[in-house]
């Protein structure tokens, strides 16, 4: 498996570079607390040759791993808390995570390894899609919460945005599962802490009969937030298509949704980024693929029928990446990139936008300052 590097940037409004940090395998999380910041990362022990076990063997320290940072600037993150043993071959790892309450609510995924027998495999885990809900950021304890085990997420050796999950206003919380390999979209509800009946929502069917294995798997993938009053919204890359969609909930189980095409068809399109206003209203970083433009869609009700969009940025390469948060006054801050000298290099170059108005002065020229 690839090595891969994790840089955080501290914007106040000024960036300022953090703490950098590995994880050993594909599927790391981060996300911001109010004393710093805690990520997850997936690591692959082996036995030690002459340990009289084979090199190979089911390890009981592998799995997925909970790192806390007190600050954004320092992250002596050490060995780690274990939230989920794993001893199979780690092949198709995703996570996600988002503060709930005093704690947190881990969203993992690892492809089923069905070479291991589930005797030999620590705690009986042989895969799949679970969560597991923490007391505290430490997650010294958590409590792990089965999830439907027919839902699939991601596609093997490839990372994207496939996993996410948000906390309810109320209490709960709601995940987005993305299969890039057929291109299918599901929501699981939760409606407290506990996920005693999780409600499943299939949003997207399968897009393909046969497993697509083309390059373009990690440009699909969903976002998911919830508005004030505890119903999600979705945002999606349409596998076909290439068009971005985003799912209106009219319930907090999202059984009841409209799903709307936002954009036209653009194959090298990544998952718009998605937060909500403080009226309730989606708002979206995506790609003009016709103008090459970055722009902000912000939608004027909840199903998206009218959107005002602001270009905010041209791009000349293939873009990456896009994130979008709002503060408390609707002011959009923005993370983007596009992949230098595409298609075969993966390096993304990566740029912080922040809008001096709300949502970016929507029909009026946005005043944007960049990092």
Known sequence: MARRGVYVEECDPECTPGAEFETDEFGGAVTATDSGFVHTGWQEFRYDHGSGKSHYAPHPDSGLYLWECQSAQECDDGDGTQVRSF???????YSALT??????????????????????VSGGDTGGLRADVCKDLACTDPQTVPLPNDITVGSTKLDGPFLDVAAAPGGGFAIAAYDANFGSLNVIACADSECAEPKVTPVVGDQFRR??????????????E????????????????????V???HDSACTDFT????????????????AVDSHGNPQLVTFDMVNERLVLMSCLDGDCADAITTPLRGFTEVPAVSALGLDSEDRPHIVWGQIEDAPLATRTSAEYLRCAEALCGAQSDPIVDSE
């Open 87 to 93: 001893g199979g071959l780690l092949y198709g790892t």
């Open 99 to 120: 503060p709930l309450g005093k704690g947190l609510v881990i969203v993992s995924y690892v492809r089923p390894d069905d070479e291991k027998d589930v005797k030999e």
């Open 211 to 224: 497993e697509y294995q083309e390059r373009l798997r990690s440009r699909f993938g969903a976002r998911i």
């Open 226 to 245: 919830y508005r004030p009053d505890g119903t999600p919204v979705l945002a999606y890359r349409d596998a076909k298509s290439g068009g971005a969609h």
């Open 247 to 249: 799912v209106n909930c």
């Open 259 to 274: 799903d709307r095409a936002i954009t036209g068809p653009g194959w090298a399109r990544p998952v718009p980024g998605l």
